[in-house]
């Protein structure tokens, strides 16, 4: 009984934290009243839209999405970096931009759609299209003079991590 009603309550439990600590950064101040109101927002969000979520991600590691989600922060930082150097230093002519498709070992939408906007997170790269099977990801890098570096590089720094996190 307990056990349903908790099921209820918060269909998406970490959908019901996340929003609830993003109401809470978005305020200008903090105050009671607002911690409250964003932990009602994270409860009331996410069970009416509950339905529109059937499969809900089963076996997700959460300790490991938050070292991934160092990763990706680390990469973006460095990434900037990288982008702004070759804005700087390399003239157009020199520049080798690609088109790299990344054949996927991830099975589910969550963990390719994480993927995906992990990708295009990261500057110099943009995720433009995934296949309709959902077996490979089109991906263009900036400037890539090795397209297979590029793709082995994503599969084993992020789609690696991420079937540890989804399966």
């Not at 099921?7 to 993003?22: D, E, G, K, Q």
């Not at 809470?24 to 009671?32: K, R, Y």
């Not at 969000?45 to 809900?56: C, E, F, N, S």
């Not at 759609?113 to 943009?126: H, S």
């Amino acid at each position: 009984m307990l056990q349903s009603l908790l099921r209820w309550l918060f269909p998406h439990p970490l959908l019901t934290v996340l929003m609830a600590i993003s109401w809470i950064l978005l305020q200008n101040e903090f105050s009671a009243g607002m911690f409250v109101f964003g932990i009602i927002l994270g409860i009331v969000i996410p069970i009416g839209t509950a339905r529109w979520w059937p499969d809900r991600p089963q076996g997700f590691r959460g300790g490991k999405m938050l070292s991934y989600t160092l990763l990706v922060i680390y990469d973006i930082i460095v990434a900037n970096i990288h982008v702004a150097w070759i804005v700087l230093t390399k003239p157009n002519s020199k520049m080798k931009p690609a088109w790299v498709e990344i054949p996927l070992d991830l099975k589910t939408p969550e963990a390719i759609t994480l993927l995906a906007g992990t990708i295009t997170l990261t500057p110099g790269t943009v995720s433009a299209d995934l296949s309709d099977e959902g077996h490979s990801l089109l991906v263009h890098a900036l400037d890539a003079p090795d397209p297979a570096a590029v793709r082995d590089e994503i599969k084993t720094r992020y789609e690696r991590r991420l079937m540890e996190i989804f399966q």
